[in-house]
């Protein structure tokens, strides 16, 4: 599928532009992964919304570009990428790393005193302060790497089997994994942004209460939803996530309406 449209090298969407959108939906993916995670995801014609999924540089369509191995240069390059698309109403929607890239984002542009995401929604990554589940995983072996890659897959439909191929995309994974590896935990002050959660109950990498150890770093409203499958359930459960997060942003919606706007 082509992008209809990339905007500052680090956002694309998979449909038409919005004449005058009301909000925009940003999509972050998970390690080893790019843009087409969201390539499907559309949102209510009455929320008036664009879904943009971000494209870090060195796979996909910025296949040639470096890597990004820390997360500071990391979102600080995706907050000037975005910027042009933040004139809007926004949220960030994250998976495993693309979670940990959404939240630091928000709170660099909290430092910046930018507009910040009207909703967060944050999905199998474990809150600031909880332990890993298990030990790094980036260095590991090539025959224990693709096996861990495997388990965490679970049935996810999306999930790539072969592991000679798996090894073929290796370097990009290994890389995203490592830097949320040497992410520190530093404690800084509750967000204020209303924040969804998703997790899996199955998940070989993240417990559902680490996940749900978020309702602790937002002063805003909060919600936990579980499902069943592996790591990637994303895939599995996209279509009941989605509208998950259709229906919190249309009680956004709601609520800027009764507001006056």
Known sequence: MIAVETVG???????PRHPAPALRLFGFPYAGAGASTYAGWRLPDELAAEVWAVQPPGRETRAREGLIRRIEPYVEACADGLAALMDR??????????ALVA????????????????????????????????GPMSRLPD????????EGAGDSPVAIRDPELLLAFAGITRVD????????????APLDT????????????????????W?????????????????LFLAEHGARI????????????????????
Request: proline letters at 6%; glycine letters at 8%.
């Open 89 to 98: 109403p926004f949220a960030f929607f994250g998976h495993s790393m693309g």
């Open 177 to 188: 994994l490592e830097l949320c590896e040497r992410h520190p935990h530093r404690p800084q």
């Open 242 to 261: 989605l509208a998950d997060v259709a229906t919190d942003l249309a009680r956004i919606s709601t609520r800027r309406v009764r507001a006056g706007g």
């Open 143 to 150: 025959d224990e790497f693709v096996a861990r890659l495997l």
């Open 215 to 231: 309702e602790h770093h937002t002063t805003g409203a909060y919600r936990l939803r579980t499902f069943t499958g592996g790591h």
């Open 103 to 134: 939240v630091e984002l928000t709170r660099l542009l909290r430092r910046r005193g930018a507009a910040l995401p009207v909703h967060l929604f944050v999905s199998a990554h474990r809150a600031p302060g909880r332990p890993p589940k298990r």
């Open 9 to 15: 090298g680090w956002a694309q969407t998979y449909q």
């Open 194 to 213: 209303p924040l969804t959660c998703f997790a899996a109950v199955d998940d070989s990498e993240v417990d559902v209460a680490d996940v749900a150890a």
